[in-house]
Each structure stands twice: as C-alpha cells, then as structure tokens.
C-alpha cells in the first residue's frame, strides 16, 4: 500500500496525476525506480495514442547564445492553443532551441537523413574497416551498426538533451506529451552561426 507522502512525492517528480502515480505504486509493490518505469511506460503508450492527431497551433522558440555568435529558432506544435500559451509547453520550445544550438542536429528524424549522406560516410567507413583487416561477413553489420549511430547522432529526436543526456530529445517530447496531454511535435528548426 502506497503512503500520502510517497504518493506526493513521487507526483512532484513526475508530473503524473494522483490516480496514476498510487496505481504504478500499487503495482511496483512500493518502490519508486519501478514506478516511475511503470509511469515512463505509460507515457509513452499515452504518447503513441495521441500522436495521429493534428498539431496546428504552437509556438516559435528562439535561443541566442551568451557568446551572440550562435543561435537557433524552433517551430514547436501542438493541437490547441490553449497548450501553446502554457508556460511548460514554450519552456520546452526554448529547451529545443538551446539544444539545437548546442549540439547542432541536422535533420529531424533518423529516417530523414538523404541517402546520398549516408553512401558518402560508408566510403569513409569502409575504408577504415579495410585498414583494420576485419572479416568480410561482419563489414555488413558493422556498417549497419555505424549508419544507424550516425543517423542517429545527426538527428535532433534521437540526440542526448542537452541539459539530461541520459533522455533523447524525442523522450523528452513524449515526456511531456503524456503530462500535458496534446500530440507535440517539432514543426522545423533553424540553426545559425557567424
């Protein structure tokens, strides 16, 4: 049986409702770490769920860095605008943007990294793993383990957060989705640099 104090707690640290947070309690038989998993869980099957729905309304975010020198603008969407006046959803916005100015992605989504970009890493890789005289039946995986790294090292939902590398962009995103209970989705972004 989950205490009040527990219950509180752990809603404080997730953001979840109380319902919610004393179920995945009850269920983790009282420990935090296994509900809090429990939690993530759910968050991401709640994600899922709401991800088909239009995201019309949003915001623009930008990010200047200290130096003046580097910045980045983000189109940050969601389905009301209700949601794209809350002040978690534009901090979000403004979390993206110093991410993007941070760590530079380039595309959005592994899957949107061209074809071409990806033959001309393999040129490089392939030469590397010929110098280092590896078999011929593991180059195929090798080469797919590196492409996926690297489409995933170049895109903005797969990247370590800036501010919590252990959480991609993406996670964070589907984080939030479950706590504010809209689709969320980044529209575009920029990034520029004198």
């Given at each position: 049986?989950?205490?009040?104090?527990?219950?509180?707690?752990?809603?404080?640290?997730?953001?979840?409702?109380?319902?919610?947070?004393?179920?995945?309690?009850?269920?983790?038989?009282?420990?935090?770490?296994?509900?809090?998993?429990?939690?993530?869980?759910?968050?991401?099957?709640?994600?899922?769920?709401?991800?088909?729905?239009?995201?019309?309304?949003?915001?623009?975010?930008?990010?200047?860095?200290?130096?003046?020198?580097?910045?980045?603008?983000?189109?940050l969407l969601c389905e009301t605008d209700f949601v794209a006046r809350n002040e978690e959803f534009k901090s979000l916005a403004q979390d993206i943007a110093m991410h993007v100015t941070a760590i530079d992605p380039k595309y959005l989504k592994p899957e949107d990294v061209p074809a071409e970009a990806i033959e001309k890493e393999k040129e490089i890789w392939k030469v590397q793993l010929a110098s280092e005289n590896k078999p011929a039946e593991m180059m195929a995986k090798i080469l797919e383990g590196k492409e996926r790294k690297f489409r995933e090292e170049i895109s903005l939902l797969t990247q370590p957060f800036v501010k919590n590398p252990d959480q991609t962009v993406g996670g964070l995103i589907t984080e939030k989705i479950s706590k504010i209970g809209e689709n969320i989705q980044v529209g575009d972004f920029s990034r520029l640099e004198l």
């Open positions: 049986m989950a205490t009040l104090d527990q219950i509180k707690n752990l809603r404080e640290r997730t953001g979840a409702g109380i319902v919610e947070v004393k179920k995945a309690l009850e269920e983790a038989g009282g420990d935090d770490q296994k509900a809090i998993e429990i939690l993530r869980k759910r968050g991401q099957e709640k994600a899922m769920k709401k991800s088909d729905r239009v995201a019309e309304e949003g915001v623009i975010a930008s990010y200047v860095h200290s130096n003046g020198r580097v910045g980045a603008i983000v189109k």
